[in-house]
């Protein structure tokens, strides 16, 4: 009797237990529900300081260093933030398309990196306007990293300059944009350190607690 009486109590345990482990190994694999669509929608077409506040959780910011280059920014997007970043600047758009465009359709998590060039940094050469020149793409020099426990390899990595115009409207290299794109089913809900490793070896690492995320 107290065996039959003890096996029931184990399975419930058991069953509680799993239950509160499944949000720690839960993936960004599976598409989002129409519900999260809806919540991402909403909180994208406000286009105001609860659009901002909400998607500064998202990146992190760094601190000028007396060097050529540096980064400036490391942030993330996961399925959620595409969706409301979509919603921040698509017209004539509503929450039932956002459904209908998003619904059982997988989206990537991806991490985004960008260089900031100090006025000493040799990007062109020649006098040709800046846009006509060829600007090195320096930004293939950055080792970009997701560690999970183990380094997360991405499916493709792709980069290039940021211009910005100066006097004159003349355009200028001011720095570079590094994105790496991966498959979320390898990302579980957990915390997550984003390393980019320098032509010169100086880390810049950051983390992000992907629990507290969306």
Known sequence: METRRLL?????????????AVPVFA?????????DIR?????????????????????????NPDT??????IGIDTPFTEIVKHSE??????????????EGKPLPFSVTVEIKLNSNYPTVTGDAPALA????????????RLIQGDEIKPRSVRGGPIYAYGWEFSPLVTGARIQAIYDPAKITADAITVQV??????????????????
């Open 8 to 20: 029931p109590f184990s399975l419930a345990a058991f069953v509680i237990v799993a239950t509160i």
């Open 27 to 35: 993936t960004y694999s599976s598409p989002l529900s129409s519900s």
């Open 39 to 63: 919540d991402a929608y909403f909180i994208g077409n406000h286009r105001d300081s609860q659009t901002a506040d909400f998607l500064a959780g998202y990146v992190h910011k760094f601190e």
């Open 68 to 73: 050529d280059s540096y980064i400036c920014k």
């Open 89 to 102: 600047v698509a017209l004539n758009y509503h929450a039932p398309d956002a459904v209908e465009q998003f």
């Open 133 to 144: 020149q060829l600007v090195p793409d320096f930004w293939n020099d950055y080792k970009v």
């Open 197 to 214: 490793v320098a032509p010169d070896g100086q880390r810049t690492e950051t983390k992000f607690d992907l629990s507290e995320l969306r």
